[in-house]
């Protein structure tokens, strides 16, 4: 396993005017209301412990109030926490003094705001070029490695332009050229895309996975629509009320929520579209390799199933069915007998992509990677359960 | 129980004596330092003087050309500009071309010191609101406070003379820009502050590159009324002894004479007008690009 490369450990966040005095209550474990009520202090983030490893899209997902925006706060200091540590790299930035956290903002980390947070009386080329002016990088330099980030977002042409001449979208591209311009390993995006239109919005969206692709950060990235979470992050946590309710991959949130605040959540999410054939299908049980149609039959019957994949090594070959197999005469050879309707599925698709296949054919789906190897199955009640939500009836045998 | 019916006052010895004290430690703190104080004011006298010299020696020809100029580059207005022109000929040409360099040599100063005094204070305010709980009463007694109750010690400690009525002018005029370079800065989009400190500019890089840019649509309505204020001002000041147009109204008023009081009272409005317009254009013009970005 490899080393994380920010590390949240313990981290509590009272807000008021004397939150120290008022810890014990919190760690008696009296909720968010008591605490309001008896001490007029909100309570922003109770023990919460992450880790983050290199080159993953990390989503913390919750609704407002729930403290993302704190919590994304405190990677890079802007907000520090009533106890508890962040640890960069191995070196816990609780300890940095002012100049020390200075130079780690300008280097390790860098941020893209909801609203954008540019510099109004600056040109687009000198806002994307604004980390390297702090750390007084000379401008011709700072001014060329700024037009090559603008280029990469798509904005090659508006240097000279002011933000409040650009659109919405446009605008959080210089926000994006911004914070890539330091060359900062991670990249803090709080609510980066909330405020645009759903378009603009799912544009973007493919525009930070297509850089993620190249760049390899570590992003951190905020939301409260979950649709966004599942699409852009490797793994994500839930948020409510400060206290960290469940943090998974995409898929385990979505099939195995903690309960029932994140089942509210998951229960509008378009399963179909959000889930690949990877993540719910099963282990391709029955294999035949043998050419011989007896054998076959035999290992069929001792599985007890009524398809099998004919295989040769991992390399997938074909579909059998029982029933042509029992109806085969002796001559044939196993090869002529394969299902010829039934295709193969890509474990990365979509589930929505492969629903027209299991209509056409009642046996297991075989999903088969890039290689050509046999990697599962998917069988049509496993589908319709994870798509409805439900069990069927023949699920249960 | 005569306190029911009368108030009960300090009697009339007791508050001669407390009036007679503080006169008394006061006339000796001037007596004493009076010398050193005027002393450190010094350059700034031999700048004022030399300042006004310089106006009044450049011919009027030249000095209306150069203001004229000075008004087209900063509110690139041609209707502006010759409007300033004409202005200040009319001026010339009612005999009060003289006291109008006077006043605007000193109007000038004033407004330079007020900026470098007052745009510091402000930034030291809007750091802190404990500054902020201090300052604000203080300015409050600068600008309801009569002005000639302050021109009295002022008068004590400096005698009469430029000085004393610059100081006077600057008390009078400087909150304005106190109050507006603090509530200018205060009113600096969070979000924007956030950026700037996560991408590690240190309070110096912000305050330079951030605050003051955005706070600057407030800092100039800041000086635009301190401007004005040190205008109004400059006829009250003139009772201690500072030349230009304020001279004359004095006299109209002692010896009725209305004209020529209408005439320097419409000097001053001219040259108000003529620091409004362009102060106000071209912070317009600096400000133009920042459009609805600031909502």
New interface residues.
């Given amino acids: 396993m490899t080393q994380p490369l920010i590390s949240i450990q313990g981290l509590y966040k009272l807000f008021g005017p004397n939150p120290k005095k008022h810890m014990p209550l919190v760690h008696d474990g009296k909720n968010k209301d008591e605490i309001l009520a008896e001490t007029a202090h909100t309570l922003g983030l109770k023990d919460i412990n992450l880790d983050i490893y290199p080159g993953e899209i990390f989503v913390i997902m919750g609704l407002s109030g729930s403290g993302k925006s704190t919590l994304i706060r405190h990677f890079n200091r802007l907000i520090d926490p009533t106890e508890g540590n962040v640890i960069v790299e191995g070196e816990d930035i609780m300890h940095y003094d002012e100049k020390r956290l200075r130079e780690f903002r300008r280097k390790k980390m860098s941020m893209v705001f909801q609203r954008f947070g540019l510099l109004p009386h600056y040109t687009v080329l000198d806002n994307v070029a604004y980390g390297l002016k702090n750390q007084k990088v000379p401008k011709a330099e700072r001014e060329e490695k700024a037009k090559k980030w603008l280029e990469d977002v798509g904005l090659a042409g508006y240097e000279k332009q002011y933000p409040a001449q650009l659109s919405g979208g446009q605008q959080q591209r210089v926000g994006l050229a911004r914070a890539l311009c330091t060359d900062a390993d991670i990249l803090l995006m709080d609510e980066a895309f909330s405020a645009l239109d759903p378009l603009i919005r799912s544009e973007m969206q493919d525009q930070l996975i297509h850089l993620q692709e190249r760049l390899h950060k570590t992003i951190v990235f905020i939301t409260h629509d979950l649709d966004e979470a599942l699409r852009i992050g490797d793994r994500i946590a839930i948020l409510r009320d400060g206290e960290l309710i469940q943090l998974g991959k995409p898929a385990e949130i979505l099939l195995h929520p903690a309960d029932d605040y994140v089942e509210k959540f998951v229960r509008d999410v378009n399963r179909a579209r959000a889930l690949t054939v990877e993540t719910v299908m099963q282990p391709a049980v029955c294999r035949i390799s043998s050419d011989n149609i007896d054998e076959a039959l035999a290992q069929m019957k001792q599985q007890n199933a009524d398809y099998a994949f004919y295989v040769e090594g991992e390399r997938y070959k074909g579909l059998l069915a029982m029933e042509q197999l029992a109806a085969a005469s002796a001559p044939e050879s196993i090869q002529e007998l394969l299902e010829e309707s039934c295709q193969a599925v890509s474990p990365d698709s979509p589930l929505e992509e492969v629903i027209p296949q299991t209509l056409n054919h009642s046996g297991p789906l075989p999903v088969v990677n890039q290689q050509g190897d046999l990697t599962g199955q998917l069988p049509r009640d496993v589908l319709m359960e994870v798509l409805t939500g439900h069990p069927t009836e023949d699920q249960k045998a | 129980m005569s306190w029911l019916t009368e108030f009960p006052e300090l009697s009339r010895r007791d508050l001669m004596g407390l009036r007679k004290t503080l006169d008394g430690a006061y006339r000796d703190f001037s007596r004493e330092y009076g010398d050193t104080i005027e002393a450190f004011f010094d350059p700034l006298l031999s700048f004022l003087i030399w300042f006004e010299k310089l106006l009044i020696a450049t011919p009027w020809w030249l000095m209306i050309a150069i203001l004229m100029l000075i008004t087209h580059l900063a509110a690139r207005s041609l209707k502006l500009t010759i409007g300033v022109g004409i202005a200040l000929f009319m001026v010339g040409y009612l005999g009060m071309w003289e006291d109008t360099m006077s006043t605007l040599s000193i109007i000038t100063v004033c407004t330079i010191i007020a900026i470098i005094v007052g745009v510091p204070i402000g930034i030291l305010m809007a750091r802190s609101g404990r500054t902020q709980a201090i300052v604000t009463p203080i300015l409050d007694i600068m600008q309801t406070m009569p002005a000639f109750v302050y021109l009295i010690p002022v008068v004590m400690l400096l005698g009469i003379g430029k000085i004393p009525g610059l100081i006077a002018v600057v008390i009078y005029a400087i909150p304005p820009v106190i109050r507006l370079t603090n509530l200018g800065i205060r009113l600096v989009?969070k979000?924007?502050l956030?950026?700037a400190?996560?991408?590690?500019?240190?309070p110096w890089?912000r305050l330079i590159?951030?605050q003051l840019?955005?706070a600057m649509p407030n800092i100039m309505a800041g000086i635009n009324q301190t401007i004005m204020m040190s205008l109004a001002m400059v006829v009250i000041a003139s009772m201690i002894g500072v030349a230009g147009l304020g001279q004359p109204v004095l006299k109209s008023i002692t010896n009725q004479y209305f004209t020529l009081g209408l005439l320097n009272g419409g000097a001053i409005v001219v040259l108000a007008i003529i620091f409004d317009r362009v102060s106000q254009a071209w912070a317009h013009r600096s400000?133009q690009?920042?459009?609805?970005?600031?909502s």
């Fill in positions: 989009d979000e924007v956030e950026a400190d996560a991408y590690g500019a240190s890089q590159n951030v840019p955005l400000q690009h920042m459009g609805d970005n600031r």
